[in-house]
C-alpha cells in the first residue's frame, strides 16, 4: 500500500539557515510527488511537483526538492530560511495505481523559525 | 474568480446530530476533493469527484458520511449521527481537469462535536 511518511513533526530553524524536511514514500509504481505548504490562517499551497524527467525540481518561493528512487525520497530543501516561511509542509504521492488527481499526504512537518 | 470557499467556517454540534458541510469549488475546475484534518495526523482523503465520472470514496471512514455534488459544482459532505471522533478541520479542495495534481484548497471547516 502506498504511503507518506515525515520524520520530522517539528523543525526549528534560524532565519537565514537553510532548511531541508524528509519525505519518505511507499509506492508501488512511479510515483508523482508533491510538497504543500500551510501557512498560519492560509489554505494548503502547492510549492512544488514531481512527474518525471529532471530529479532536481524548482517551486515556489525558493524552495527545491529531489528526487532520488533508491531512498524513495523527495526531501524538500531552501538554502536561506526567512521568518515568513514559518509554516506546515506537508508532502504528498500520487500516481498511476490511484485515481487521476489522488494525492495521499504525509503527517507535515511544522516549521518555527527563530530570529 | 475567487478561490474555494467554505462553509460554515466553524460548526459546533452535539453528538448525534447531523451536519452539511459545504464547499464552492473555482470557477471551471472539473474536479473537487474532500480531506480532513485532525491534530497531529496530515490530512485524510474522504472523497474524490471528477466531472461526471463516479466519485471515488475509497476514503469515506464509514457509512455515516457521504458527500454530493450538484451540477459538477458545488459540493456537500453531510455526516450523520455524528460522533465525538469526526471533529477535526474538513478541506475542500479543488482543480483543473488537465491538472488534478494542482489542488486549490479552501479555507476548511472546524467541526467540534460535543
Known amino acids: 500500500a502506498q504511503s507518506v511518511t515525515q520524520p520530522d513533526i517539528h523543525i526549528t530553524v534560524s532565519e537565514g539557515a537553510s532548511l531541508e524536511l524528509r519525505c519518505n514514500y511507499s509506492?508501488?509504481?512511479?510515483?508523482?510527488l508533491f510538497w504543500y505548504v500551510q501557512s498560519p490562517g492560509q489554505g494548503l499551497q502547492l510549492l512544488l511537483k514531481?512527474?518525471?524527467?529532471?530529479?532536481l525540481v524548482q517551486g515556489i518561493k525558493g524552495f527545491e526538492a529531489e528526487f532520488k528512487r533508491s531512498q524513495s525520497s523527495f526531501n524538500l530543501r531552501k538554502p536561506s530560511v526567512h521568518w515568513s516561511d514559518a509554516a506546515e509542509y506537508f508532502c504528498?504521492?500520487?500516481?498511476?495505481?490511484?485515481?487521476?488527481?489522488?494525492?495521499?499526504f504525509g503527517a507535515g512537518t511544522q516549521v518555527v523559525v527563530t530570529p | 474568480g475567487a478561490g474555494v470557499s467554505q462553509s460554515p467556517s466553524n460548526k459546533v454540534t452535539e453528538k448525534g446530530k447531523d451536519v452539511e458541510l459545504r464547499c464552492d469549488p473555482i470557477s471551471g475546475h472539473t474536479a473537487l476533493y474532500w480531506y480532513r484534518q485532525s491534530l497531529g495526523q496530515g490530512l485524510e482523503f474522504l472523497i474524490y469527484f471528477q466531472g461526471n465520472s463516479a466519485p471515488d470514496k475509497s476514503g469515506l471512514p464509514s457509512d455515516r458520511f457521504s458527500a454530493e455534488r450538484t451540477g459538477g459544482s458545488v459540493s456537500t459532505l453531510t455526516i450523520q449521527r455524528t460522533q465525538q471522533e469526526d471533529s477535526a478541520v474538513y478541506l475542500c479542495?479543488?482543480?483543473?481537469?488537465?491538472?488534478?495534481?494542482?489542488?486549490?484548497f479552501g479555507p476548511g471547516t472546524r467541526l467540534t462535536v460535543t
Open positions: 504528498a504521492v500520487g500516481g498511476p495505481t490511484d485515481s487521476w488527481g489522488k494525492l495521499q
Open positions: 479542495a479543488s482543480s483543473a481537469g488537465l491538472a488534478p495534481y494542482e489542488q486549490y
Open positions: 514531481y512527474f518525471s524527467g529532471d530529479t
Open positions: 509506492y508501488g509504481a512511479t510515483p508523482y
